[in-house]
């Protein structure tokens, strides 16, 4: 039987932080979760009240397990992960918050920070169903779309770490207003909230609207949820948002196969998740309207390890910081 | 004084195959270019004609030269760098063509075969302006759109070598048909043959069509020169099909910004010379609407080594290909 100190080190954490939830588990090193706990937060908690659920958390889950040997921590927005500071989480409503310090000190942790989706990208490529392959692209299409690119192997960063923001992909030139400056984003169309402002939209305008308003339990702004449910049950307003949903996350699927040429593209994400048509209508296209040579290498698979994809990551880049940090190579 | 064979090694051949024109350099070890030839080639000659131009081409060059040390030849189409194989090269007709070892044999020389853009990102990454930045991205808009991407101090590769169809990623959901199996792609609206075609449509359908046929020589199908040339002369429709294009070039570079964060966007190709609005609209574009941290990181420039970028890049490769056979490390 290994030492205590060295079974310690065995296990890692790995912590989700989203706008809503603080999903947390404890990670082997084969990338399996050995116990997981998970707890609402709200914004207005702020950057104190959140690490401070996050701490209790940890507390409860780590109980009758062996003490971690580092923290990995996933949030939905802009890091610096060379710092550990979340630069801008709007849905958090935090900028400039030293989380990675904040925590380190609490937990008495190595603490390594990464933005939600490039965590669950590394979760993808070394835990999950199409580890190891050296061309990969992960898309969420959640609240928001995003999502990381491994190319030739490796993860790309860009000249500032901002590399993978596919959710502000141009796909419809001079298209409808982002969150973000720009127009026609992809996320414009097919993120959780852009479906949202789209059935919102069509509500007002189209003769069908009061029926999709009834199907949405009366809601004037129904949730992306709200519209996915009701296209499920045959609403015939909410199918053909859904459809073209489908359709501008396909187009844009296709150009960035074409720009990339990967081996797989993981899709994930809630609005995913929803509506799963998004995935079959995504690898039609790929087939059918991608450069040969980049259809013929690529297959489009839905991401295999769900919500946990950021936590998983965010632990496994926790521990290779830590071996980093004590076997330097 | 080195002893001539090491001379001999110091030249390297560079030739630049495209649809109508076949443009040769004598490159040295900085990448400056020595001595310079070009002639006209047609499609109709085929592969064989096309080896033969190529070869008297080569032997008019060098005479008064040193002997080069190998040959890099880049083509419009796209290419097996690995085998030296033409697989698809549509302005020649060519399909399946073994250009690199018909000339390796003819010449007596390694020679080494790329795609064209993807020569000409090398050129630039290894002895352009932007020389060794780790984060780059190459747009020749021509007769096509096409491109390299340069990403943490590699050119990008994709699974099977194909990475860096920039032409082909889709700007605009369900737009215009593409000469590729997709709708919307960049190159459907900013490339020579999609501005023709355009403006062909334009013609027939615009009241302002027949002013513009005229400013184009009176042609029924006038080329991208023509508009260009129609809309700096002030032809008010020609101004608008160019502004038109202007605004999906910046569209397409401010998703290709977000994605993937370059330090440099470098724009190049015949299309851009004949009408230099496209870099600064490209430029307003990606300082106002791309995300603020790949914005700040980023420059918008003309590419610096113009129509010799093919030719100096594949100079490099064969360079770097020798230089590999040679002195393994």
Same mark, same amino acid.
């Given at each position: 039987m290994p030492p205590p100190r060295a079974r310690t080190r065995s296990l890692v954490l790995g912590v989700d932080l989203g706008a809503t939830k603080v999903l947390a588990g404890l990670v082997d090193p084969s990338g399996r979760v050995v116990a997981t706990s998970d707890r609402r937060v709200h914004r207005n908690d702020g950057p104190k009240g959140v690490a401070a659920a996050v701490l209790s958390e940890v507390a409860a889950l780590t109980e009758g397990h062996e003490r971690p040997g580092a923290a990995g921590v996933a949030v939905a927005g802009q890091v610096d992960a060379a710092t550990g500071?979340?630069?801008?989480?709007p849905n958090l409503r935090?900028?400039?918050?030293?989380l990675g310090r904040v925590l380190a000190e609490a937990l008495r942790l190595p603490v390594r920070v990464e933005n939600d989706v490039r965590a669950a990208t590394w979760g993808e490529w070394k835990?999950?169903?199409?580890?190891?392959?050296?061309n990969l692209l992960c898309i969420y299409i959640g609240t928001g779309v995003g999502g990381g690119i491994v190319s030739d192997g490796r993860l790309l960063s860009g000249a500032v770490g901002?590399? *993978?923001?596919?959710?502000?992909?141009?796909?419809?030139?001079?298209?409808r207003p982002c969150s973000?400056?720009?127009?026609?984003?992809f996320e414009a169309y097919a993120s959780g909230w852009a479906i949202a402002a789209r059935a919102a939209e069509a509500i007002r305008r189209d003769p069908r609207g009061p029926a999709l308003a009834a199907a949405c339990g009366g809601r004037p702004r129904p949730t992306a949820t709200d519209v996915t449910a009701a296209a499920r049950a045959g609403d015939r307003l909410a199918v053909e948002l859904m459809t073209e949903t489908e359709r501008y996350c396909a187009d844009g699927i296709v150009g960035l196969v074409n720009v990339l040429n990967p081996e797989r593209v993981l899709l994930g994400g809630g609005v995913l998740e929803g509506w799963p048509g998004i995935l079959r209508a995504a690898r039609e296209a790929v087939a059918a309207r991608c450069q040969p040579p980049a259809a013929r290498a690529v297959r489009v698979e839905?991401?295999?390890? *769900?919500?946990m994809a950021s936590v998983i990551g965010a632990a496994w880049l926790a521990r290779a910081g830590a071996r980093r940090r004590t076997a330097p190579t």
């Open positions: 500071r979340v630069l801008y989480a935090w900028r400039m918050v030293p835990h999950g169903r199409s580890r190891g392959r050296s901002a590399a *993978g923001e596919i959710g502000h992909l141009t796909v419809v030139a001079g298209g973000c400056p720009n127009r026609g984003c839905r991401a295999s390890l *769900g919500p």
